[in-house]
Structure formats: C-alpha cells, structure tokens
C-alpha cells in the first residue's frame, strides 16, 4: 500500500499525518496528491463524502503556498458554515508544523468586522461560504486578486444550494491564470458546467462509481402505515440502545415537531435547522458531537457537511424529493472506515422510490420489519444486563452498604437481580407489551430474491439468533457477518438480518442451519473467551406475531416522559467500549436472569 511519504508531501506535512493518525491515505488523496503537488493543473475530483477529500486537497494546498508571503494565496468555498469551520480546523491540525500559516474562516451569521480583521492580519488560505466571501469582495475587505489556488469544495452542494451567481462574481475577482480543484460527491450537469466555464482543461479523477453510495452503509427500509412514521421511529430507537444517528426530515417544520417529541418522550434528541438562530445551531451541533445528543434531527440543508465520524445510523424519517440527497444523506454514516446504516421509513406508495434509489446508488437495500414490542423488551433486557455487569462500581456508595443490605435483607441473589433489572425494564415492557405490529404489509416486493424475502418472516423458515459478540469486541455488521460466514462455513448469503448492538448481536439463517449453527457454537472459545449463540427468544422480523396483536397502541407524546426510557441516559462512547473488550467473559443470558 501506499504511504503518505510515497505521495511527495514535505517531512513536516508527514509529522501532522501521523499526529493525525492517518495510516495510509484514502484512495481520493492517493489520486489527487501527486497531481496537484507535482505541476499547476485544475483537477476535478469525484468522491463520496467521507472519503478524505479535505486532506486531498488541504496538504498540497499548504505545501505550495509560500508562507513567508502574506497575500492570500487560496481560497476554499465550501456550502455552509458548518463546513467551512471544518475544512479550516483540520488546515490548522495539517499545517501545525508550518511557520506562519494562517487559515481563515469566513461566513455568515458572525461578526464580518472580526472576519475582516482577521484577514487583516494575513491569511494565506480563506475558506469561505459564497455568499458571505461576495459580501466582503463587495465591500473590499478581502483581496483575492493575486490567490494561485482556488478550490471548489463540495461543488455539488453549493450549486444545489443556489450559489451558482455568487460562485460567477467571486472566480471574476480571481486572477485567470490561477488553478482551480474543484471536489464533489456526485456530477450533476450544473457541475459540469462551472467545470466547462471556469475551468481550463482539468484532469479528472473518479474514486468509486460515479453517483454511488458508499459501500460500508447498508441500506434498510421499513414499510409502515403514513401516520405510524413516528411510533416506528422510537421503535428503531429502543431496538439500538446506543445508537448516535441523523434523522432526516423534509421540512424544517417536521424537523422541529419530531425532535420535540423526542425530546419529550425522553430521548436525548435535538433539532438542526435553520430557523434557528447560529447561536442555537452551534449549540446543538457542540452537543451532538460530544454524544450528549444521540438523534440529530436535521433538515438537509443544516445537515450537510455534518463531520462527525462515528454515526451509527441515518435515519430518513421522509424519503427525500431528490435522489441524489440520499446519497449525500447516507453518507453521513459508514465514514472513516467504519461501517453505518441507513435506513428509510416509506409508507406503501413510496415503495417505486426504494428501487430509483437502488439503481442510483447500484445497492440494494434491505427490507426489515419494525420489531415488535417483545423483540425491543429483549434487545433492551440485555441492554440492560451488560449494562449494569459493566457499570464501574461507585466506591463511595461502601458508606451507605450497612443501611442498604439492611433494606435488602433477606432477597437472595436471583430475585435480586429481578428487581434491579425490572426497575428498568417493566418500563420497557408496559410501554411495548400490547403494541401493535407497526408494519404495512408488504405487496409486491416479496418477488425480489435475496436478503429480504428470506429474512423477513419466521414463519417461512428462518431462524434468529442471539450471540454474546457486539461492538465492543470490534464487530460491525460487515465483519460479524464475515466470521460467523467463516466459522460456519456458509455461503455468503446464509447469514442474513446481522444487528450488531454493543455487547451482544443477532442474525439469521435458513432453520436448516440451525443445527449447524448450534453446535459450532458449542463451546467455542475466540482468545480464550466463550462465544455463546443462542436461539432468539423472539424471532426478529416476526411481525404480526400473537403478542403484539393487542389494542391499538395511541402513540401521544404528552405523558410519554416516564415511559420508554429515562432522560439523559449514558451512553458510552465507542472509546470506551474498545477498551472493554479484553476483560469481557462470556456469560449464559440466563445467568442473567
Ligand atoms: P470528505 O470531505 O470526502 O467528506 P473528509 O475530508 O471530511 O471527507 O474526511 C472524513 C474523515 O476521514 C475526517 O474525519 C478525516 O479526518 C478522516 N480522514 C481523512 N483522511 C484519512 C486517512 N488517510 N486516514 C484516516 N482518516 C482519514
Ligand atoms: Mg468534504
């Protein structure tokens, strides 16, 4: 594999590297590095998000500007303000090694006065929303007249968000002899077109397919009834107790209404839009990215650019008008080498949707079942068991121990542990017990082979399991899905519905591996630890099973506070969980109970 030092980048670019902990570099930077360090060129460069297109061009970008000079010598447009903080952060890790390089960050919903000062004082490199840099052209307080590089970034985007005008007026206040980079996820005709205009025979680079998603995301879809879209979000929630996910929504409205009812139901939720002001934006975003909010409600608009790696899940409460947002939307999870899922809320008529975006995105999708009550109470009882088996024990509760054993006197061990884990739980099980099956029933694709028809339903042979492996011994979807296919040896298509939660996962085969699968599992150590599998107690997927055909569950916000799951619960951070992983034993779920 190629290394970073292998690409011509200058020793004190490669001391921030590995500072960073960049390995090796991703396949656009492998590209798009050697081109531009080596001659003046316009490039064109086709990535998805995710992908490192900042360290793309952010290191050629420092090593060629001449940083005894103060004039500013690049200029980044990027769409938002979010983005623009960004791209400038990480120009400041990559150039710490480097003498008096400044790197300014200019857009709107700030002081232009501090900006202009900034500026002022010497930036080498602006990075710039457009609307806010034609302010400042307008009123002279930057000088772009001498920059040799200018770099388009997420071009896509910012033609979608209607810069094209102000894209124009600014490259007119730009020398014509400079280069320009222009980096985007996808190729629209508009992007081509400021491709032809302003561009001077680029060279292009492609990584990936073009328009395609990224291949780390599995896509998902749920097919509920049009007015159950919010009672089956909850449920994709409680089923993914540590999830840390972007819910999108079409209209800021929708964005704002779901996220307070989350919030009142008693999830750690917040919204992004952009009806809000920039004071609120940031606060939402500071406490989504320390995981002090575990759903991001968010219309597309706010959302994008959104670098935060570790999001677990997308969710599209509302299918997008455009095709190509989903892409981009998707894209927000599966990043920096980690795997993600998206997953779709469609009512029945929006099925023909599910198909465009597959051949768009040339993968298909899934077809899962919103879990019924019990599937969620079970997911959640372990939940809740690993939970309280891996909570670090509180020295200071040893004063209170007298006065507690004496209130606990006499409750042996076993009924003990039903308590505690009822304390939780009957919370769980009151709110799901006569749930109704959410799911709308699902015509005309049960023709499609696969994953999905399989999968869906127990009664048509399919077996689920539980395994005590999850995300804190290093699994994800992808790479469960590979061992169990390894260890079983099992065609590709054998293991199906993998759900990795964060100490425990499940998955499904044909009831004709069961035997297979069982006893494999027999005793069967990974280092040294037992791996145990188990038959699931509630067949995932099971839908309109007896349980869940109860009255109609009235899904009301108001009153929901107490029910469902406790506010501000805690979450540990995936950091946290990696560290776990050697003292994990393996445990017999009914040592739990
Ligand atoms: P894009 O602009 O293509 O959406 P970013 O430039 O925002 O992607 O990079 C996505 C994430 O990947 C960032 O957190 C970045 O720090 C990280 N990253 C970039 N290049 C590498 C690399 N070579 N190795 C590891 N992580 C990387
Ligand atoms: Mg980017």
């Given at each position: 594999m190629t290394k970073f030092e292998a690409l011509g980048l200058q020793?004190?670019l490669l001391?921030?590297v590995?500072?960073?902990?960049f390995e090796t570099p991703?396949?656009?930077q492998e590209k798009a590095i050697p081109i531009?360090l080596e001659?003046?060129?316009?490039?064109?460069?086709?990535?998805?998000?995710?992908?490192?297109?900042?360290?793309?061009?952010?290191f050629?970008?420092?090593?060629?500007?001449?940083?005894?000079?103060?004039?500013?010598?690049?200029?980044?447009?990027?769409?938002?303000?979010?983005?623009?903080?960004?791209?400038?952060?990480?120009?400041?890790?990559?150039?710490?090694?480097?003498?008096?390089?400044?790197?300014?960050?200019?857009?709107?919903?700030?002081?232009?006065?501090?900006?202009?000062?900034?500026?002022?004082?010497?930036?080498?490199?602006?990075?710039?929303?457009?609307?806010?840099?034609?302010?400042?052209?307008?009123?002279?307080?930057?000088?772009?007249?001498?920059?040799?590089?200018?770099?388009?970034?997420?071009?896509?985007?910012?033609?979608?968000?209607?810069?094209?005008?102000?894209?124009?007026?600014?490259?007119?206040?730009?020398?014509?002899?400079?280069?320009?980079?222009?980096?985007?996820?996808?190729?629209?005709?508009?992007?081509?077109?400021?491709?032809?205009?302003?561009?001077?025979?680029?060279?292009?680079?492609?990584?990936?397919?073009?328009?395609?998603?990224?291949?780390?995301?599995?896509?998902?879809?749920?097919?509920?009834?049009?007015?159950?879209?919010?009672?089956?979000?909850?449920?994709?929630?409680?089923?993914?107790?540590?999830?840390?996910?972007?819910?999108?929504?079409?209209?800021?409205?929708?964005?704002?209404?779901?996220?307070?009812?989350?919030?009142?139901?008693?999830?750690?939720?917040?919204?992004?839009?952009?009806?809000?002001?920039?004071?609120?934006?940031?606060?939402?975003?500071?406490?989504?990215?320390?995981?002090?909010?575990?759903?991001?409600?968010?219309?597309?608009?706010?959302?994008?650019?959104?670098?935060?790696?570790?999001?677990?899940?997308?969710?599209?409460?509302?299918?997008?008008?455009?095709?190509?947002?989903?892409?981009?939307?998707?894209?927000?999870?599966?990043?920096?080498?980690?795997?993600?899922?998206?997953?779709?809320?469609?009512?029945?008529?929006?099925?023909?949707?599910?198909?465009?975006?597959?051949?768009?995105?040339?993968?298909?999708?899934?077809?899962?079942?919103?879990?019924?009550?019990?599937?969620?109470?079970?997911?959640?009882?372990?939940?809740?068991?690993?939970?309280?088996?891996?909570?670090?024990?509180?020295?200071?509760?040893?004063?209170?121990?007298?006065?507690?054993?004496?209130?606990?006197?006499?409750?042996?061990?076993?009924?003990?542990?039903?308590?505690?884990?009822?304390?939780?739980?009957?919370?769980?099980?009151?709110?799901?017990?006569?749930?109704?099956?959410?799911?709308?029933?699902?015509?005309?694709?049960?023709?499609?082979?696969?994953?999905?028809?399989?999968?869906?339903?127990?009664?048509?042979?399919?077996?689920?399991?539980?395994?005590?492996?999850?995300?804190?011994?290093?699994?994800?979807?992808?790479?469960?899905?590979?061992?169990?296919?390894?260890?079983?040896?099992?065609?590709?298509?054998?293991?199906?519905?993998?759900?990795?939660?964060?100490?425990?996962?499940?998955?499904?085969?044909?009831?004709?591996?069961?035997?297979?699968?069982?006893?494999?599992?027999?005793?069967?150590?990974?280092?040294?630890?037992?791996?145990?599998?188990?038959?699931?107690?509630?067949?995932?997927?099971?839908?309109?099973?007896?349980?869940?055909?109860?009255?109609?569950?009235?899904?009301?916000?108001?009153?929901?506070?107490?029910?469902?799951?406790?506010?501000?619960?805690?979450?540990?951070?995936?950091?946290?969980?990696?560290?776990?992983?050697?003292?994990?034993?393996?445990?017999?779920?009914?040592?739990?109970?």
């Open positions: 020793k004190s001391d921030a590995s500072d960073m902990g991703s396949e656009v531009l001659g003046e060129t316009d490039l064109v460069a086709l990535a998805q998000t995710g992908t490192g297109k900042t360290a793309a061009f952010g050629p970008l420092i090593q060629k500007i001449d940083s005894n000079s103060r004039t500013t010598q690049g200029l980044i447009l990027s769409p938002t303000r979010e983005l623009c903080l960004q791209i400038t952060n990480e120009l400041q890790l990559y150039s710490k090694y480097e003498k008096n390089i400044n790197v300014v960050a200019i857009y709107g919903g700030a002081s232009i006065t501090d900006q202009a000062r900034q500026i002022k004082r010497g930036a080498q490199i602006i990075v710039a929303t457009p609307g806010r840099m034609k302010d400042m052209i307008g009123r002279r307080l930057v000088d772009i007249s001498k920059i040799d590089y200018c770099i388009l970034d997420e071009a896509d985007e910012m033609l979608n968000m209607g810069f094209f005008e102000d894209i124009k007026d600014i490259l007119s206040n730009t020398p014509e002899e400079k280069s320009t980079w222009l980096f985007s996820a996808t190729m629209p005709k508009e992007v081509s077109v400021i491709a032809k205009k302003f561009m001077h025979s680029p060279q292009e680079i492609t990584v990936g397919a073009k328009n395609s998603g990224v291949d780390t995301v599995q896509h998902e879809y749920y097919v509920v009834g049009g007015r159950d879209r919010y009672p089956a979000l909850k449920r994709l929630a409680d089923t993914n107790p540590d999830i840390f996910s972007v819910i999108f929504c079409r209209t800021k409205r929708d964005t704002q209404k779901v996220a307070e009812k989350l919030i009142e139901d008693g999830y750690n939720a917040g919204a992004l839009h952009g009806d809000l002001s920039q004071n609120q934006r940031d606060m939402v975003m500071n406490a989504f990215r320390k995981k002090q909010i575990q759903m991001l409600v968010a219309t597309d608009v706010a959302a994008r650019g959104i670098d935060v790696d570790d999001i677990t899940h997308v969710i599209n409460y509302q299918l997008p008008d455009e095709i190509e947002t989903y892409t981009h939307r998707s894209g927000r999870t599966g990043r920096a080498g980690k795997s993600g899922i998206s997953m779709v809320i469609v009512t029945r008529s929006e099925l023909r949707k599910i198909k465009s975006i597959e051949n768009k995105i040339k993968q298909q999708f899934v077809a899962k079942k919103i879990p019924t009550g019990m599937e969620i109470c079970e997911i959640q009882l372990y939940h809740l068991a690993n939970k309280i088996k891996d909570t670090k024990i509180n020295e200071d509760v040893e004063n209170y121990l007298p006065a507690i054993n004496d209130v606990l006197q006499g409750i042996d061990r076993e009924e003990l542990i039903k308590k505690i884990v009822s304390v939780e739980f009957t919370r769980f099980f009151n709110y799901y017990n006569k749930a109704q099956d959410l799911n709308s029933v699902d015509i005309g694709r049960g023709e499609r082979g696969g994953e999905r028809s399989r999968g869906e339903n127990s009664s048509d042979g399919s077996v689920r399991y539980f395994i005590n492996v999850g995300e804190k011994d290093g699994y994800d979807w992808m790479s469960l899905k590979d061992f169990l296919k390894d260890t079983l040896d099992l065609g590709r298509d054998a293991i199906y519905k993998v759900d990795v939660k964060e100490s425990f996962s499940f998955f499904n085969t044909e009831a004709s591996d069961t035997e297979k699968v069982l006893s494999t599992f027999t005793e069967f150590k990974v280092d040294g630890r037992f791996v145990n599998v188990e038959v699931s107690k509630t067949p995932g997927g099971s839908g309109g099973g007896g349980a869940n055909r109860g009255r109609r569950f009235k899904d009301k916000g108001r009153g929901g506070k107490d029910r469902g799951r406790s506010k501000g619960r805690d979450r540990s951070t995936s950091k946290d969980n990696a560290s776990h992983s050697g003292k994990r034993r393996s445990k017999k779920r009914s040592d739990f109970f």
